[in-house]
């Protein structure tokens, strides 16, 4: 067993599946166990969230996030791909919180499996009552893309974080991250991105990370360029970096508040700061200062209240050093872990959201415009595919420079994990009648029919979404009709995207900020050449990024109401106006 795969400490899951052993990620190639490739996808995408190369404790089958789990037991694993290798084209497999609850009798243009991942009723909403039903095997944290297998590892996250790091280049520097130095918290597999995006913004990076194991695994992917034994080598030498306008990240293995607090009394001032540790749980995700991941990991098994306090006291230490270090200059924003959150609501503090968080900040435009992370991976395991398309997506949208310079730099720095899979954002603008992500699903399926590419290709996203989520601390912070907390438009979301005829369908409750901070959906469309997959990609990625579009032109953003207005948007009580 590596290091990167310890033995599980969750009895309640059982012991690891021989199928999984045998697995040990997706299987690839032409050739289907299913009986259709809709399913077959479906049962890749599943073992590629718990690919070891992919997933962070997949013999726990947590995969990112803490507890963020692709399948409640191991039993309910295999349960699911028996199911999935006997559902039918005209069947529809239902899995709630990770386990095969029903299998049911829809039509070819249903979805071939419907999942809702840790949803509870709004009164018992909360940490405590999920912890309860989780103890007792009824209920797992589906986080967003581990519950609906749509994780595919930091190569995931690397665009969104990418996006944001240099919208805010553009915003505060009027160039991008050249010579500036980035202080950051978390390697984990969403925070892992971090490194690697702010170095492909030309900046320099200083993340601390308190688990060895993975400061060592962005290390052999290549996210990260240097470890460095102190934090006073890790600031020479990117002091150094910056001031050479070089590209530089490096990490330190430490608590993120004790780092923060020791550059404050070095009178070092990032020029940025951040964090993207697993605040969102107090109790598996975030490392309390002053204990080693070992020791830590006993105090949670021995003492969880006691463990709990000393989470939330350092997250408010956490808080006070980047009000501290923002006072003293630096730009500060929370990437959407709650971290603000908690310590407002356990520990009274207010001023905790006197930085703000990162969509507000510089993503909400891009959401009024249906632009969001339209990702996909190749179900033949063959690198070859994924170039395929980078060149079809190139050619599709010449006209975007910041596409193709993404692209160049994913081919260039981004390594592949499990499945080959990646990236772009893509939005609503309309040519022809055709969504940006629909007019390129279409070509993808166009060489998947003319053998170009060698198997179909799976469209998803990421949780990162502009019409998906309700989530009053990251992607609706701060709405401008006051409306961060109304969960009718994921609902919505996942009603439409089942009447269109995406092939996956999911709804959770948590996500990246806790049990009852959020209400997300997701979707996989399966491009395997034929016309159905055409039909369903044109109507799919049509209604997915058209959700965001009318979500924020009903809340009164300018730049929605101008996309309703090109792209012949519908908005019905405007229109009656």
């Not at 996030?65 to 309910?76: H, L, N, P, V």
């Not at 009723?121 to 912890?131: C, L, N």
């Not at 974080?161 to 918290?185: N, P």
């Not at 310590?343 to 891009?366: L, N, Q, S, W």
């Amino acid at each position: 067993m590596s290091e990167q795969e310890p033995a599980s400490t969750d009895t309640g899951i059982g012991e690891p599946s021989d199928e999984w052993r045998e697995y040990r990620g997706a299987p690839t190639g032409t050739d289907i166990e299913c009986e259709g490739w809709r399913q077959e996808a479906a049962l890749r995408m599943l073992n590629n969230n718990l690919d070891p190369e992919v997933a962070e404790n997949p013999e726990d089958l947590v995969v990112y996030g803490g507890t963020g789990r692709a399948a409640r037991s191991w039993d309910a694993y295999d349960a699911i791909l028996d199911e999935l290798r006997e559902l039918g084209d005209e069947e529809t497999l239902l899995v709630q919180s990770g386990k095969p609850v029903g299998r049911f009798p829809t039509h070819e243009r249903a979805p071939r499996v419907l999942i809702a991942n840790s949803n509870l009723v709004g009164k018992w909403d909360d940490w405590e009552h999920f912890h309860e039903l989780e103890a007792e095997g009824k209920i797992m944290y589906g986080q967003m893309t581990a519950g609906s297998w749509a994780y595919i590892g930091t190569q995931g996250i690397i665009q969104g974080t990418y996006e944001t790091l240099a919208e805010l280049g553009r915003q505060e520097y009027e160039s991008d991250l050249e010579g500036k130095i980035v202080a950051t918290g978390g390697l984990g597999g969403m925070s892992g991105a971090q490194p690697l995006a702010v170095t492909m913004n030309r900046g320099v990076c200083i993340a601390a990370e308190v688990d060895a194991r993975r400061i060592e695994r962005r290390l052999e992917t290549d996210y990260l360029m240097e470890r460095a034994e102190s934090l006073d080598e890790a600031l020479e030498a990117a002091e150094a970096a910056a001031e050479a306008g070089e590209p530089y990240s490096v990490a330190v293995e430490m608590n993120v508040a004790d780092m923060l607090e020791a550059m404050a009394d070095r009178e070092f001032v990032p020029d940025i700061v951040t964090d993207q540790t697993s605040a969102h749980d107090e109790l598996e995700g975030y490392y309390p200062s002053g204990y080693t991941v070992a020791e830590a990991d006993d105090l949670r098994e021995s003492d969880p209240e006691r463990y709990v306090e000393a989470s939330l006291d350092t997250m408010e230490r956490h808080v006070d050093a980047v009000l501290d270090l923002q006072e003293r200059g630096a730009v500060a924003f929370e990437y959407g872990n709650n971290l603000r959150g908690q310590v407002e609501e356990h520990r009274g503090r207010e001023d905790a959201f006197d930085f703000p968080g990162f969509v507000p900040a510089y993503i909400r435009p891009m959401f009024c415009r249906g632009r969001g992370p339209f990702r996909w991976a190749a179900l033949s395991g063959d690198p070859a595919d994924i170039h395929r398309t980078d060149e079809a997506v190139t050619e599709l949208f010449p006209e975007n420079d910041s596409l193709t310079r993404w692209i160049d730099l994913a081919q260039e720095q981004v390594s592949f994990q499990g499945l080959p899979s990646r990236v772009c954002w893509l939005g609503y603008e309309t040519d022809d009648g055709l969504t940006e992500r629909a007019r390129f699903a279409l070509r993808i399926n166009e060489l998947v029919a003319e053998g170009e590419i060698s198997a179909p290709i799976v469209v998803t996203r990421d949780h990162l979404d502009a019409g998906s989520v309700a989530s009053p601390h990251r992607e609706t912070e701060a709405m401008k009709d006051g409306t961060d907390a109304v969960a009718d438009w994921p609902i919505l979301n996942a009603l439409l995207n089942c009447a269109a005829g995406a092939d996956i369908v999911s709804v959770h409750d948590g996500g990246g900020v806790g049990i009852g901070n959020a209400l997300h959906a997701n979707n996989h469309v399966v491009l395997d050449g034929s016309d159905l997959a055409a039909e369903k990609a044109r109507r799919v990625f049509t209604t997915d990024p058209g959700m965001g579009v009318i979500r924020h032109a009903d809340a009164g953003y300018d730049e929605a109401i101008d996309e309703t207005d090109q792209s012949d948007v519908p908005v019905p009580m405007r229109d009656r106006r």
